[in-house]
């Protein structure tokens, strides 16, 4: 793990000493909005006109945060509008690389050799951690936004004047419960996982354990008589519920010790995911082989041998009845 400081790489792990061992994430720096128009956002941010083959999306297939903006993508149909550079599933001394030779497509608008000079060609002088994904506008050769909560939220909307898709995964009509949805499900689940895995005390590490597996209780009972968290119709609530369980069984069981059960093992929350995995697009998103690369070879405090397991052979395209 590392981050940019005043434009310098300097190699650096998670500090949980402060907190009482406990993992803290830090905020995203660049919060700029693409509008229709042009238009600021929508908390009065810098706004960027939507506009084909403007913007160019750097990912990770193996960050959760990252793969809500490549289904965010695919759903909308924005996959000839706005092209993308995947950098290698491997996170080192150098964090994360377009190594080509590593899974990495290469980066594709500038060929830069290393994630963090795109941050330091957006800002020279920037300090912070260095993640995905980030939305790059080639027309003023700088980062519009590294929020993926919010990048979703443009590519929900911004572009259909263009594409002609009006699908709405954040209706007005539903957005107070897709915010309440979020809001619980953040820090118990999306960022639950990681304060388990990360956790250097035994307390930081257990409360955390009981908090998410306390919420994927709730999710299953849920699920019982709703296909989606809000009855019918997928929202972005869904997508970033989906991100975390689809790597659950694979990397977040065994390598964050989240092993109370195996996602396999609840009555519902399986048949969801997959129902989630079918929706035309979707899996085109999902590559284990960078998830479990990146998490069993990279982070090498938890797993120092980085051998990389070859289970679990679970089929997402098949179908699981709930309950």
């Known amino acids: 793990m590392g981050m940019l400081v005043d434009g310098q790489w300097q190699d650096v792990w998670y500090d949980t000493e402060s907190s009482g061992g406990r993992f803290e994430r830090e905020r995203s720096r660049f919060r700029h909005w693409v509008t229709a128009d042009g238009s600021a956002g929508p908390g009065g941010q810098e706004g960027f006109a939507a506009e084909a083959g403007r913007y160019h999306l750097y990912v990770s297939l193996a960050c959760p945060w990252a793969h809500r903006t ?19 599933p491997l996170m080192l001394d150098r964090g994360w690389t377009f190594d080509t030779r590593e899974g990495s497509t290469g980066d594709r608008l500038a060929g830069r050799d290393y994630h963090y000079q795109v941050y330091a060609a957006a800002r020279g002088d920037y300090t912070g951690r260095v993640t995905v994904p980030v939305l790059w506008d080639r027309q003023t050769d ?18 259909d004047g263009i594409t002609g898709n009006d ?3 954040y209706p007005q009509e539903l957005r107070e419960e897709i915010d309440a949805w979020n809001d619980r499900i953040y820090p118990a689940v999306n960022n639950g996982v990681y304060r388990a895995g990360f956790a250097t005390s035994q307390e930081a590490y ?45 990397v977040y069981h065994g390598h964050f010790k989240c092993n109370r ?9 399986p048949g969801y995911v997959r129902d989630i995995y079918q929706l035309p697009g979707v899996a ?31 089929d997402y395209g098949q179908p699981h009845g709930r309950g």
Do not use: W
């Not at 059960?261 to 929350?269: P, S």
């Open 261 to 269: 059960q195996r996602l396999e093992d609840f009555r519902h929350l």
């Open 70 to 88: 490549l289904i965010m993508r695919a759903l909308k149909d924005l996959t000839d509008l706005i092209d993308v550079s995947v950098v290698s």
């Open 142 to 159: 700088t980062i519009v936004n590294n929020e993926s909560s919010e990048i979703i939220r443009m590519l929900n909307c911004a572009f």
């Open 167 to 169: 699908l709405d995964f």
């Open 206 to 250: 257990e409360e955390a354990y009981t908090e998410l597996f306390a919420e994927l209780d709730h999710l299953d009972a849920h699920l019982a008589d709703h296909r989606y968290l809000l009855g019918d119709r997928l929202t972005e609530a869904d997508i970033r519920l989906f991100t975390t369980l689809i790597r659950f069984d694979a």
């Open 284 to 314: 085109d998103t999902v590559d284990f082989g960078h998830i479990k690369t990146h998490y069993y070879a990279s982070h090498r405090t938890i797993n120092p041998t980085g051998v990389v397991p070859a289970g679990p052979d679970i």
